[in-house]
């Protein structure tokens, strides 16, 4: 077993483990005193994971019930957010009783922005089931639901009270959620960690199981170091999002449909890299991104992408922040005016 202990303005751990899905009921009584839980899980997840995870919980001696929803991010809603509500009301749930996330980013949103807000704030596990969740999403404490306005418009900072990474759940992911998280990984080399970079870029989609467990540990030590330093997003944060803004405009203009986050992030990431660092970086970038049958471009043509990169949320009075990294393992935050950062695309 890894731990990495997150020294935020509530401090929790996170165990990265294979098998400790069925360890979670004494994970929890190690860490807190109550002995009633709700488990929020879409009803993919619920079905593969819930009852062993119940059955982790019954033998700790915690009661706990289930509430599930629809998988996909259309889920991550107001309707949805008040659902959960409601139910907890009915288990007459408390303060001092837990939620559990078992699910992937949607799941651990929802259940993160319903326990910063529902009685101004109760306890939470997650146990993220993605990629993507277990290195991102699970850990720093952003939550959040989606408004017809866009898309993580209402959120809270509040941070898990633990976080439990269990990559033998990663095996039952379908092969374009593996790859979409790997997006995430390859930017975490990207940023701020070159063997971790070397390590991706020696495997391929096909047996990066082998070293799931290291990649995992290494992202989320990264993200934690990220964190301590800028909690509340104010500057230093912003480099996880390397090949974010470029990223979400892909997403954008393929209307959400055919382009998953980590593609667009992939995308993004190459094409930024492309025009500002030099070719050495670009390659090797490129060639990592095609190992995980992640795209290095798209088809949208730059002028039609712009508009998207305006709206980013990451644009401020007039200027807008892009992230760059020159040299593999080291990100650099660029704030320039939207008129530059266009000039900069299109040229
Ligand atoms: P997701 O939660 O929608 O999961 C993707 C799909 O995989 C779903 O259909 C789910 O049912 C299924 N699934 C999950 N685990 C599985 C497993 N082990 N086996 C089989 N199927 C499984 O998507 P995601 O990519 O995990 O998360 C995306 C969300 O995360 C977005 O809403 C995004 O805004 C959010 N996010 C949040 C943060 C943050 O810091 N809070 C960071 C990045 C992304
Ligand atoms: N996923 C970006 C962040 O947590 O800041």
């Known amino acids: 077993m890894r731990k990495i202990s997150v020294n935020t303005s509530t401090p929790y751990e996170v165990i990265i483990e294979r098998g400790s899905l069925a360890r979670t009921g004494s994970l929890i009584v190690g860490i807190t005193d109550s002995r009633r839980a709700v488990v929020i899980t879409d009803d993919t997840v619920g079905g593969l994971y819930a009852e062993d995870l119940m059955d982790s919980l019954s033998d700790a001696g915690i009661k706990a019930d289930v509430f599930v929803f629809p998988h996909g991010e259309q889920s991550k809603s107001i309707k949805t957010l008040s659902d959960i509500y409601d139910f907890l009301c009915e288990a007459e749930i408390t303060r001092s009783d837990l939620l559990i996330a078992l699910g992937g980013g949607v799941v651990g949103d929802i259940t993160g922005f319903a326990a910063a807000t ?31 306005g866009g898309k993580n418009l209402v959120g809270a900072f509040k941070q898990p009270k633990l976080v439990i990474c269990d990559s033998d759940i990663l095996r039952t992911l379908p092969e374009e959620e593996l790859a979409c998280g790997m997006a995430e990984v390859i930017k975490y080399g990207m940023i701020r960690d070159k063997d971790l970079f070397e390590l991706i870029a020696s495997h391929d989609i096909t047996n990066v199981d082998e070293i799931m467990d290291e990649l995992v540990y290494r992202c989320i030590d990264i993200k934690r170091e990220v964190v301590e330093h800028d909690e509340f997003d104010r500057g230093e944060r912003m480099m996880l999002n390397f090949g974010h803004t470029l990223g979400h405009a892909i997403e954008g203009w393929h209307n959400y449909t055919d382009y998953t986050h980590g593609m667009g992030v992939a995308a993004g990431m190459c094409m930024i890299t492309d025009r500002l660092a030099n070719k050495p970086v670009a390659d090797a970038l490129r060639k990592c991104v095609e190992a995980y049958n992640l795209p290095t471009g798209t088809e949208a043509p730059m002028k039609e992408l712009l508009p998207f990169c305006s709206k980013d949320k990451k644009r401020e009075s007039g200027s807008i922040s892009y992230i760059v990294c020159r040299e593999i393992g080291k990100a650099e935050i660029v704030k320039v005016p939207v008129t530059e950062f266009e000039k900069l695309m299109e040229g």
């Not at 101004?120 to 990629?131: A, E, H, N, S, Y």
């Not at 277990?134 to 850990?139: E, G, I």
């Open 118 to 148: 529902y009685l101004r704030g109760i306890d939470f596990v997650q146990i993220p089931t993605t990629l993507l969740s277990q290195v991102d999403s699970s850990v720093g404490g952003k939550t959040a639901v989606d408004i017809p």
